[in-house]
């Protein structure tokens, strides 16, 4: 299973940018999908996750309100909508799948996830 996550950039404070992710090799059916972050000299951090075929999302404090995180069915794709950006929000973006776990899946912990795409940079200037 390889994710293919997209839709980075650069975006001014109080901007919105979108990611994607699409798997090759395996549908996101009977699977958690989660996206973490990292930012420059800091550990990686969760922040949404979504169960697949319950469309049930999940949210890290620091974006709840702003994020949304969403499934499109027909196109097997993940979506992160990030509105109101921070600088803060600086990072690079991972989409990640957890399936081996499904139905105990920690939402925020990254031993819990399988599969990691390889990240998109997402800047946010003030």
């Known amino acids: 299973v390889q994710l293919q996550a997209s839709g980075g950039g650069l975006a001014q404070a109080g901007g919105s940018l979108s990611l994607s992710c699409r798997s090759s090799g395996r549908s996101f059916s009977r699977s958690v999908l989660g996206w973490f972050r990292q930012a420059p000299g800091r550990e990686r951090e969760y922040v949404a996750a979504?169960?697949?075929?319950?469309?049930?999302?999940y949210y890290a404090e620091s974006v709840k309100g702003r994020f949304t995180i969403s499934r499109d069915i027909a196109e097997n794709a993940l979506t992160l909508q990030m509105n109101s950006l921070k600088p803060e929000d600086t990072a690079v973006y991972y989409c990640?799948?957890?399936?081996?776990?499904?139905?105990?899946?920690?939402?925020?912990?990254?031993?819990?996830?399988?599969?990691w795409g390889q990240g998109t940079q997402v800047t946010v200037s003030s």
């Open positions: 990640s799948m957890a399936a081996r776990k499904y139905g105990s899946v920690r939402v925020g912990r990254e031993d819990d996830y399988d599969y």
């Open positions: 979504i169960n697949w075929d319950m469309n049930s999302p």
